[in-house]
């Protein structure tokens, strides 16, 4: 059975701070990795996606997959308060977005 | 960017009645949709994968013909909640395969209160 796992916090840094969001999974055998945002009331935002272990920045955000370890993470350097947001790691065992399991996120809090 | 529009935003009815919710992608085709259910405080939930012109995939639990889907255009899945009950008070969202299969664009959700 597929298992994604995030803590679900919430996680709380200060403005500036750089934020770290972790997510491990059960399927060793997984290709595709997505992180998105989902403010509450509203419907999740993809923020970005990687397939190949080490790193893949855009703008503030950096995602890093391990396979080895079955964990991908999502930094946030100069954390501001409108990202406090939930967080849902997402995985797939195709290369690509058609069949996704996602975690049940992680609250995070920017404190100004 | 692509974008996916949900129809309605937000609906209150009685048990009982039916409720039908579309999902279009506005600015790109979709082959592939997807609906999701997610109550407070918890992830989402994929409940069937919808393919231009062909029978919706279900997954494990979800009754097929309480909630119908129907995906009958690149652009548009609609999915019919039949006998609501209170039970299916959630959060429904759609998203739509694009970005050559790497991204799934998500609608904006529609929040549904069986009374």
């Known amino acids: 059975q597929k298992e994604v796992e995030q803590n679900s916090g919430p996680l709380s840094v200060p403005e500036g701070a750089i934020a770290s969001l972790n997510c491990t999974y059960s399927?060793?055998?997984?290709?595709?990795f997505f992180w998105y945002r989902q403010y509450s009331g509203k419907s999740p935002e993809l923020i970005m996606f990687?397939?190949?272990?080490g790193d893949k920045e855009d703008g503030r955000f950096t995602a890093q997959l391990n396979k080895a370890s079955q964990y991908v993470s999502l930094l946030i350097r100069d954390s501001q308060p409108s990202d406090s947001a939930t967080y849902l790691c997402?995985?797939?065992?195709?290369?690509?977005?058609?069949?996704?399991?996602f975690g049940t996120g992680t609250r995070l809090t920017v404190i100004p | 960017g692509a974008v996916v529009s949900q129809h309605p935003s937000r609906v209150i009815c009685k048990s009982g009645t039916s409720v039908k919710i579309e999902c279009r992608s506005l600015?790109?085709?979709?082959?592939?949709m997807f609906w999701y259910r997610q109550f407070p405080k918890q992830s989402l939930m994929l409940m069937a994968t919808s393919n231009e012109g062909s029978k919706a995939t279900y997954e494990q639990g979800v009754e097929k013909d309480k909630f119908l889907i129907n995906h009958a255009s690149l652009t548009l899945s609609t999915l019919t909640v039949t006998s609501a009950h209170p039970e299916d008070s959630s959060f429904y969202i759609c998203?739509?395969?694009?970005?050559?299969?790497?991204?799934?664009?998500f609608g904006p959700g529609t929040r549904l209160t069986v009374l």
């Open positions: 399927d060793r055998g997984s290709q595709s």
């Open positions: 998203s739509a395969l694009g970005g050559g299969g790497d991204t799934q664009y």
């Open positions: 990687i397939y190949s272990n």
């Open positions: 600015d790109f085709q979709a082959t592939t």
């Open positions: 997402a995985v797939n065992i195709q290369t690509g977005a058609n069949n996704l399991f």
